[in-house]
C-alpha cells in the first residue's frame, strides 16, 4: 500500500528483485531432491506449529497495524479452540517491524532461519513488503499480506488477500463516471502508492473520455490543507479521487468541511480510509463522502455477523473491523485450509494445496487465483454513515478475478513494465 | 477574486498555527540553548488532554458540551507543564551546555512519550469533536467563508503572544528571564537563582506546546504521532526568527506560513516546501542568526 521508492529506483528494485528471484529459484532447484526440508520438521515439531506475524506494534504504522495483528491472533486462536491443523496448534511468534523497513527485513529473516516458522502473516506499507520480499524468495518462506496495494507484482513466496487495483480503484473509477461525473481532481500523498494508482486512473479516465482537472500531492503527514482546499474550490471537479494515506486524512477532512464544503457540494471517493480511519476523522466531518474496498464492517453476511461479534468480544466493543482488519483474518483460514489440504506445513506444498482454495469469508465467499496469489474478492462502493460506519451503496454480484498487472485492460497496456 | 482572498487569509492562517507550536519552543531553546526534540510531544500531550476533557463532558449534561474547549485551553497548558516540569527537573537539566547529548536524549524523550500515549490510548487516532459554536464559518460572499476555527485560532495566538509578551517585558519574573537569557553568569551573580528560571521557563514553554495542540485538535489528526508533523517546521519558524525574542517567532512563523501557501498555490505542495527551505538557507547565509536576536556582550558567543 505504500511505498517510499521513487518509480525509477522501483523499476531497478524489480531488478534486484529479479536477480534474487532468479537465485533463489537455483537455490530451490538444488534443494528439490530433498525430501524434507529443516524448515519443516522444525516449523512443526512436537504439538504445535510456529507461525509468525510480523507487523509494526511501535512507530508511525502502529496506528493502522495493531488492529491487524490483533486480527490474525484471534484467526489462530479460533483455528487453535477448533483442534487446530494437521492435529497440531498453531504457535505465533510475534515480532514487531516498529515502522522501520530494514527492520521489517531483520525480523524476517529471524522468523525464517531462526524461528523456523511454517510461514508468516505480516506487513502493511508496499515499503516493509519490498523489504522482506528478497528475504522470503531467498529463505523460500511463505508471506501472506493483508492489504490493498498498487498491483504490478506477483512473488512466488507471497499470498495476496488485499485487493489488486482492478478489485478496488479500476471498478471505483468506472462507478464515479457512470454516477457522478467526468472530471476529476487527483489528491494523494507523495510516494509510490498514490501515484502508481493515479498514473492507473488517468490511463482510465482518458481511455473513458473524462478529465483530470489536476493532480495534486502532499508529503506524507502533512497537515495543512487550507490551499489544497481552495485549488478544488476554483477548479470545480466532480469528483476528489483521494489517495491520501495516515493522518493527513484527518487533516483533509476536517478542512474540507471548514470551508463549507460538503458531500452534497463535491464527491469525495477514499481508498485508504477505511471504518477505523473514519473514528480518527470523525464520522460529523466525513458523512456521506465515498469509500471503496471489498469489506465494511455492515456487509451483510452471517460469517460477518459472527466474526465482527467475536471481535468486539475479544478486544472491546468499542473497536471496530475494516477491510484490512478481515483480509488479514481470511489469510490464516486460508493458509490452514491449504495445510490441511497439503497435510504439510512444505512451503511448495502449501502453495500447490493453496491453488483455487476456497473460504466463506466475512466478505463472502473467497477463492485463492494460482495463477498470480491474489484472491478472487466482490468489490464494493460504499458510503459513510453518520455513526462512523461505512454503508454499501454498490457492489459486484460475483468476486472479482484478481488482475495485478492489469493485463485484461487494453487502455492498461504499458503500465506495468 | 474570493480565490486570492481566501489564500491570503489561508496564509495568516498557517502563519498563526505555526507561531503558537513555536512559541514554546523560542522561550526553551533561547533560554536554555538545550534543542527539544520532545517539544512536539508536548504538543501531543495538550492534545490528549482535551480529549479527555471532551470525554469527561460527554458524561456530563449535553448542554454544557459546547464550553468544554474553553476549559480544555487551560488544562492542556497545565497539564503539560507540569508534565515539562518534571522533565526539565528529571533529564533536561543534566543536559545543558551539551547540544548533542540533547538532542539524543530528548529524542528519546519523544519516542518513550509517543508509545506511552500508544499505550494509554491505543494506537489508532482519535477523534476530538468541535464544539458547536466552532463549527461553520463567517460568509463574505457566495463561495468565500472563512472558517470560525481558523479564526478563533488566529485570536488564540495573539492572546498567547500579548500574555507571553506581559510575562517577559512587564514582570519581574520575565526580567529574571531575559536576564538569564542575555548572560547567565552575570545573572547568577546578581542573585537569580537560574535554577528555578529554568525549571519554570521550561514548564511555560512545554504548557504553551500544550495550547498548540489544543487548538491543532480543531484542524488536524490526534494520535501518538502529532508532534512529530509539526516539529521540522516548528524549529524552522525558531531558526529563522532568531532565538529568545518573541518579535523573531512572529516573523518566522509569518515568514514561513505565507511562503508556504503562496508557494504551493502557484507550484504544489512538495515544491513549495523545497523551495521554502532554500529561502530560509540562503537567508541564514546572510545572517546566520535570524531575523532578530538578543545583542548579548557575553563573551563566549
Same mark, same amino acid.
Given at each position: 500500500m505504500k511505498k517510499y521508492f521513487s518509480l525509477k529506483m522501483r523499476k531497478r528494485a524489480t531488478g534486484m528483485i529479479s536477480a534474487t528471484l532468479m537465485a533463489g529459484l537455483l537455490l530451490t532447484g538444488c534443494g528439490a531432491t530433498q525430501t524434507t526440508k529443516p524448515a519443516e520438521t $522444525?516449523?512443526?515439531? %512436537? *504439538?504445535?506449529?510456529?507461525?509468525?506475524?510480523?507487523?509494526? #506494534?511501535? %512507530?508511525?504504522?502502529?496506528?493502522?497495524?495493531?488492529?491487524?495483528?490483533?486480527?490474525?491472533?484471534? $484467526?489462530?486462536?479460533e483455528i487453535n479452540a477448533a483442534g487446530g491443523v494437521l492435529g497440531k496448534k498453531i504457535q505465533p511468534v510475534i515480532e514487531d517491524g516498529a515502522s522501520s523497513w530494514p527492520n521489517f527485513a531483520e525480523k524476517a529473516k529471524k522468523l525464517l532461519q531462526q524461528d523456523k516458522v511454517a510461514t508468516v502473516f505480516g506487513c502493511w506499507t508496499s515499503a516493509s513488503r519490498k523489504a522482506v520480499l528478497p528475504v522470503f524468495e531467498e529463505n523460500n518462506g511463505l508471506l501472506w499480506y493483508p492489504v490493498q496495494y498498487e498491483g504490478m507484482e506477483a512473488s512466488p513466496n507471497i499470498f495476496y488477500t488485499g485487493a489488486a487495483p482492478n478489485q478496488q480503484i479500476v471498478p471505483a473509477i468506472d462507478w464515479l463516471f457512470k454516477n457522478k461525473g467526468k472530471k476529476f481532481f487527483l489528491l494523494g500523498s507523495d510516494y509510490v502508492f498514490p501515484r502508481t494508482a493515479n498514473k492507473i486512473i488517468k490511463a482510465q479516465v482518458a481511455a473513458l473520455g473524462g478529465e483530470v482537472m489536476a493532480e495534486e500531492y502532499t508529503p506524507l503527514g502533512h497537515t495543512d490543507y487550507s490551499t489544497i482546499v481552495n485549488k478544488i474550490i476554483a477548479s470545480k471537479p466532480d469528483v476528489v479521487f483521494?489517495?491520501?494515506?495516515?493522518?493527513?486524512?484527518? $487533516?483533509?477532512?476536517? !478542512?474540507?468541511?471548514?470551508?463549507?464544503?460538503?458531500?452534497? *457540494?463535491?464527491?469525495?471517493?477514499?481508498?485508504?480510509?477505511?471504518?477505523? =480511519?473514519?473514528?480518527?476523522?470523525?464520522?460529523a466531518n466525513m458523512k456521506g !463522502?465515498?469509500?471503496?474496498?471489498?469489506?465494511y464492517q455492515t456487509t451483510d453476511t452471517p460469517e460477518n455477523k459472527e466474526f465482527v461479534k467475536n471481535y468486539k468480544a475479544k478486544y472491546g466493543a468499542d473497536r471496530v473491523t475494516d477491510d484490512p482488519i478481515e483480509a488479514a483474518y481470511d489469510a490464516v483460514y486460508l493458509w490452514a485450509a491449504a495445510v490441511k489440504k497439503a497435510g504439510?506445513? *512444505?512451503? $511448495?506444498?502449501?502453495? =500447490?494445496?493453496?491453488?483455487?482454495?476456497?473460504?466463506?469469508?466475512?466478505?463472502?465467499?473467497?477463492?485463492?487465483? %494460482?495463477?498470480?496469489?491474489?484472491?478472487?474478492?466482490?468489490?464494493?462502493? %460504499?458510503?459513510?454513515?453518520? *455513526?462512523? #460506519?461505512?454503508? =454499501?451503496?454498490?457492489s459486484t454480484d460475483k468476486p472479482v478475478k484478481p488482475d495485478p498487472f492489469l493485463k485484461s485492460y487494453d487502455w492498461a497496456k504499458g503500465l506495468s513494465n | 477574486m474570493g480565490t486570492y482572498i481566501l489564500q491570503i487569509f489561508n496564509g495568516i492562517s498557517v502563519s498563526s498555527i505555526l507561531?503558537?507550536?513555536?512559541?514554546?519552543?523560542?522561550?526553551?531553546? +533561547?533560554?536554555?540553548?538545550?534543542?527539544?526534540?520532545?517539544?512536539?510531544?508536548?504538543?501531543?500531550? +495538550?492534545?490528549?488532554?482535551? /480529549?479527555?476533557?471532551?470525554?469527561?463532558?460527554?458524561?456530563?449534561?449535553?448542554?454544557?458540551?459546547?464550553? /468544554?474547549f474553553v476549559l480544555a485551553i487551560p488544562a492542556s497548558f497545565v497539564v503539560a507543564a507540569f508534565i515539562g516540569f518534571v522533565l526539565e527537573g528529571t533529564v533536561i537539566r543534566h543536559l545543558y551546555n551539551r547540544p548533542l547529548d540533547s538532542i539524543l536524549a530528548t529524542w528519546g524523550v519523544s519516542l518513550v512519550l509517543q508509545q506511552l500515549a500508544r499505550s494509554i490510548f491505543g494506537a489508532p487516532n482519535v477523534d476530538v469533536k468541535s464544539p458547536g459554536w466552532l463549527e461553520g464559518g463567517l460568509v463574505?460572499?457566495?463561495?468565500?467563508?472563512l472558517p470560525y476555527k481558523r479564526l478563533f485560532i488566529i485570536a488564540l495566538v495573539i492572546t498567547c503572544i500579548l500574555g507571553m509578551f506581559v510575562l517577559l517585558y512587564k514582570s519581574k519574573t520575565g526580567r529574571?528571564?531575559?536576564?538569564?537569557?542575555? @548572560?547567565?553568569?552575570?545573572?547568577?551573580?546578581?542573585?537569580? @537563582?537560574?535554577?528555578?528560571?529554568?525549571? /519554570?521557563?521550561?514548564?511555560?514553554?512545554s504548557g504553551l506546546a500544550g495550547i498548540a495542540g489544543c487548538a491543532l485538535t480543531l484542524l488536524g489528526s490526534i494520535g501518538s504521532t502529532l508532534g512529530t508533523n509539526y516539529i521540522v517546521d516548528t524549529f524552522m519558524v525558531v531558526v529563522l526568527g532568531g532565538v529568545g525574542k518573541l518579535i523573531g517567532?512572529?516573523? +518566522?512563523? &509569518?515568514?514561513?506560513?505565507?511562503?508556504?501557501?503562496?508557494?504551493?498555490?502557484?507550484? @504544489?505542495?512538495?515544491?513549495?516546501?523545497?523551495?521554502?527551505? &532554500?529561502?530560509?538557507?540562503?537567508?541564514?547565509?546572510?545572517?546566520?542568526?535570524?531575523?532578530?536576536?538578543?545583542?548579548s556582550r557575553s563573551l563566549d558567543e
Open positions: $522444525a516449523s512443526s515439531s %512436537g *504439538d504445535t506449529i510456529k507461525v509468525g506475524i510480523l507487523h509494526s #506494534l511501535s %512507530g508511525t504504522m502502529a496506528i493502522s497495524e495493531v488492529s491487524v495483528k490483533d486480527s490474525e491472533m484471534m $484467526a489462530i486462536d483521494n489517495t491520501l494515506n495516515g493522518d493527513s486524512n484527518v $487533516a483533509f477532512f476536517k !478542512q474540507l468541511k471548514d470551508a463549507g464544503i460538503t458531500s452534497e *457540494d463535491l464527491t469525495t471517493l477514499s481508498v485508504s480510509v477505511a471504518e477505523e =480511519e473514519v473514528r480518527g476523522i470523525g464520522a !463522502q465515498l469509500v471503496s474496498w471489498n469489506y504439510s506445513t *512444505d512451503v $511448495a506444498k502449501v502453495k =500447490e494445496a493453496a491453488k483455487g482454495i476456497e473460504f466463506k469469508a466475512p466478505e463472502g465467499l473467497i477463492k485463492i487465483e %494460482g495463477e498470480n496469489q491474489h484472491i478472487w474478492k466482490p468489490v464494493r462502493i %460504499g458510503e459513510v454513515t453518520e *455513526d462512523g #460506519l461505512i454503508k =454499501e451503496i454498490w | 507561531m503558537l507550536a513555536a512559541l514554546g519552543l523560542a522561550i526553551t531553546f +533561547g533560554l536554555m540553548k538545550v534543542i527539544n526534540m520532545a517539544h512536539g510531544e508536548f504538543i501531543m500531550i +495538550g492534545a490528549y488532554v482535551t /480529549y479527555l476533557v471532551q470525554n469527561l463532558f460527554i458524561h456530563l449534561d449535553k448542554s454544557l458540551f459546547g464550553l /468544554y463574505l460572499h457566495q463561495g468565500l467563508q529574571r528571564i531575559r536576564a538569564v537569557m542575555q @548572560n547567565r553568569e552575570m545573572a547568577e551573580s546578581m542573585g537569580i @537563582n537560574t535554577r528555578r528560571v529554568d525549571a /519554570y521557563t521550561f514548564a511555560i514553554g517567532t512572529v516573523a +518566522g512563523g &509569518l515568514f514561513i506560513g505565507t511562503a508556504n501557501t503562496t508557494l504551493e498555490f502557484y507550484t @504544489n505542495t512538495s515544491l513549495a516546501k523545497v523551495l521554502v527551505f &532554500l529561502l530560509i538557507i540562503t537567508f541564514l547565509q546572510w545572517r546566520p542568526k535570524g531575523l532578530f536576536n538578543i545583542s
